[in-house]
């Protein structure tokens, strides 16, 4: 396909370095030990797309086993013990080892420094410690699978988690070296946009993709630390019967619930942020036009990240907490969809009158508005306590949160690999497969999720087994959607691996993205920059201007 | 519209259903308003200005104007959507005085109701139509959640602790209710019925003791005799704090061997233990004490079903 | 990786004196934003710590205020008789141990930073025996509780007339000073760890007024980790 040329600056393409990040050194140890930010990228992103194929295969398991009420795959019986445990791996596997660490593990650390036109982040050997964190984490966690499985669901409510049999202890600290990794991850992001700006970049000079992720990493330093304290506790009660969560010996199982949402809700953030990050940077780019409302957008970032800390008892006003407190959590849950909606409509401002082509990345861009939009949407009933008390815990809500943390995140994430797969590897991938992927993806995933929109507000549970014969059809549905949504993905890996077996061909900046990841070679040479760059412009300044080299 | 609340809503069993689904409806059609005020846009203009080689894009930075529409308006909107949940929530959260109250008890898998005379029955509930119930909910074991979709209720049930829930039904016929709050491996089999009866069957419904004595036995073996309804309410009732049926002394005297036998009384005189002394120790028990027992016992009159009398007779009866 | 490539930029790699510092990280341009750097992950390190705390704080104060007369109770058994009045003496000695202990890890970085090498490695060493002096009284205290039942959850097992096996609320009250006095001790005996890790570098010489970045970091730890006991030591000793 021919390739479309950017309106705006674009500097020209020198010739390739011969060696780069990928090639200066070789060798098993080289990636091993490394420190360079790229390569650790790289490893988390081969890392965390491992566990997404994991957990997107316990997601078609629950789909296969919801297919009939016979709960037959293939002939297999499926048990009421293992269905629940097909949808708490797929949860925890989902969440603790793909959503959360995926995109600040892997694009991030690969473009946050190059866009801040720095040679690393702060902390490079932390930046390692984080990733070995994660895979002692996940390695954790697929023993706890293999030796005995976990059944108490991706939130590990008491009592319920702290008295069942199977390997809870084991998947808890799993979760709980997790954290410290998304700690790390997230402070060193700190340290990085606070002393490794370029000179001459000043706070509102930096990518939006910035503003994102050091929003994200705000939340992951100050809610993870308690979610760590709540899993030694959900240990020590289940191992030693400390008698915290335990109500028989005087403790309280709601104050796990507190202590847990404290964290998780805050989590939801850390994974819908990141998503919202990328998407500020595909639409300028593909718009090759100035972002609209630069400010409102980066405080909103800002702002959602403190907010996400007052709004945790949304997801208790049925659990037992006081009136009082589900009043006021209604109250500042409805905060959320401010900030939200602002980045919405500056995003369609963004495209207004601008100069759109709709590349792969794009098209993912477009598919985020709309799923993101019906993601925010249904957030509304369930901020309103009248409607929530029909809708909360059904699959109104398994609907909605998929809409916002697959429909909008993973699509940013797949839109964002697409955008940056030329810089990390140098190569560019077919762009009529990858546009063909996108318009499956948009399929897949609203035959998948609209349907259990309609099965959770005419009643049925979520984490059910068994369904009254009348959810069949619904179920079905979702079933044959989850199998369209498998083709896609499916489709973007053949893509983007077909496209590594040819010779670099990508130019440094294929799209004609403004911001300075672009500015150096694809892909990159180990210390990201030539020279220091140095900055000159705000960024996405599509204005024509004379071109420098 | 009606048919689209219809297809997407349970049935409408109480006047909070129908105050709900108004809001839910409304919420739903605003909804889609600005799904279409996003999504229409965004297409929109992705064709519109579709790229063309050397369009210069203008320049626009800002506009405050926008910001603060964009910013303010959602902000109102949330502020009465608020309010009108607010509004449906305090009508749910306050149970009337006169609600007729039934406990719950949910353990792993099954619900037990406890109706205000005593009776008892397991996955089953009568109410009476157009009568305020409340649900007194406590746990045995793990969290559960008692779920009425046809009256949009649920409340999550929490070990320790006493949560409430109620509702005005106003539909007459079965209705569903669910556990929603995952609680292990039957998690999706905790469910069962709640008829709603006119007066005049739910009348009769209570008369009969619940249906406890029909549901304990349905499909297991029908032939159960009285005597086993007579052991369960023995257990229930709570006899077995005092009485024992192995014949050793407990506060009361042991049921064993009494039945047919002479009984020595406290004031020096001697009775036959017939269905007819039974029942009225039972009822007055302070009429015929047995010598060595003190005179402690309570009355049951009233709290026992007819049903649950005759089983106890029959039960000591067999314990010959 | 500094080692293996040519220093492409004028200003990376040296100080401001003009001399390459053996610790200068070459992704930092100079050593000062080096410094500034390590101390700002220090300090958002010790915001983690303090919510990892801040979390059990939360959980006392609830639980407390659910069993408001059994906690007062077990707070009394956490205090000794001294003069037939009762009195938190393991406590307050503690309290005065991390204190002092404090003092003399200021003293460690005052030294450090002024090149003084020996100084800095009997600070260091002074802070360490004053961690130990802190421990061995935590054991003690832990024994007496140990010797007493005063356990948390099911391993209560209080055998006197006021504080009753059985009665909610003390199996909590010890479940939580075991969990809070518990993590701070592993954080003391990190601590231990770390001094003693800049005792070694210390003797090597590797610290100078050029560069201390190291002792300072284990300075702002350790203050934090007296911090947390200042707090401790009122929630479980003083109130009444």
Known sequence: MERAVTSGARIGDRPRPKKNYLNETRGFKSWALTVDHKRIGIMYLVGTLCAFLLGGIFALLVRLTLLTPAHKIFGL?????????????????????????????????FVLPLMLGAKDVAFPRLNLASF???????????????????????????????????????????VFVLGFSSIFTGLNFI??????????????????????????????????????????????????????FDSRIGGDPVLFQHFFWFYSHPAVYIMILPGMAIISELIPTFSRKTIFGYRAIAYASVSLALVSFIVWGHHMFVAGQSQLATVVFSALTFLVAIPSGVKVFNWLC???????????PMLYAISFLMLFAIGGLTGIFLGTLSTDVHLTDTYFVVAHFHYVMMGSTVTAFIGGLYYWWPKMTGRMYSEKWGQVSAVIWFIGFNATFLPQFILGSRGMPRRYYNYLDQFQPLHVFSTVGSWIIGLSLFMSAAVLLASLRKPADAPDNPWGGTTLEWQTSSPPITHNFEDQPVLENEPYDYRPKAVTH | MDWLRAWMMPPQGSEFAKEIDFVYMALFWMSVLLFLMIAIPSVYFAWRYRYKPGRVTPHQTHNTTLEVIWTVGPLLLCVGIFFWGLNGWMKYSVAPGESMEISVTAKQWLWQFEYPDGSRTIN????????????????????????????RVKHDIIPGRYTQIWFTPTVLGPHNFTCAEYCGKDHSGMKGNLTVDNDADFAKWMETGGTEWEDYFNGKDPKKTPADWGKITYERVGCNSCHTTDGTKSKGPSWKGVYGSMVQLNNGTSVLADEAYIRESMMQPQAKVVKGFDPIMPTFQGLLKPNQANGLVAYIESLK | MSTTLPDIHS??????????????QHHFATMEQQFDTSKLGMWLFLVTEILLFGGLFVGFGLMQHRYPQQFIEAHEHLKQDIFGRPFPLYGTINTLVLLISSWTMVMGVNAAQTDQKKKTVRYLVLTILLACVFLGIKYV????????????GIFYAHQSEDLIKGTHGYATFFAFYFMMTGLHGI???????????????ARRGDFSSAYYTPVDLVGLYWHIVDMIWIYLFPLYYLIS
Do not use: C
Not at chain 1, 134 to 161: E, K, N, R
Not at chain 2, 133 to 147: A, I, Q
Not at chain 3, 145 to 151: M, N, P, R, T
């Open chain 1, 191 to 244: 340290a990085t946009v606070h002393k490794l700006r370029a000179p001459g970049m000043g706070w509102f000079d930096m990518p939006l993709f910035v503003w994102g992720m050091y929003s994200t990493a705000l939340i992951q330093v100050l809610a993870t630390p308690v979610l760590g304290i709540t899993l030694v506790l959900l240990m020590l009660e289940r191992v030693f019967q400390i008698g915290i």
């Open chain 1, 77 to 109: 019986q499926v048990t009421a013990e293992t269905y629940n445990r097909f949808f708490t791996l797929h949860g925890a596997v989902m969440v603790f080892l793909f959503i959360i660490p995926s995109i600040p593990g892997s694009l991030t650390n």
């Open chain 3, 187 to 201: 954080h003391v005996l990190v601590g231990i760890g770390l001094l003693s890790w800049l005792v070694m570098r």
């Open chain 1, 350 to 360: 963004t495209m207004y009158q601008g100069n759109i082509s709709l590349e792969t």
């Open chain 3, 11 to 24: 200003h990376g790699g040296h100080d401001e004196h003009g001399e390459h510092n053996p610790y200068h």
């Open chain 3, 141 to 152: 205290e832990y024994s007496h509780k140990f010797h007493d039942g005063l356990l948390p």
């Open chain 1, 132 to 174: 070995y964190l994660w895979i002692v984490g996940a390695v954790m966690a697929v023993s706890s699978m293999i030796i005995g499985a976990v059944d108490t669901g991706w939130t590990f409510y008491t009592p319920y988690s702290t008295t069942t049999s199977g390997t809870v202890t084991l998947m808890t600290a799993a």
């Open chain 2, 124 to 151: 089953d509930i009568h109410v009476p139509v157009n009568k305020p119930v409340k649900f007194t909910m406590t746990s045995e074991d793990v969290l559960h959640d008692f779920y009425v979709p046809d009256m």
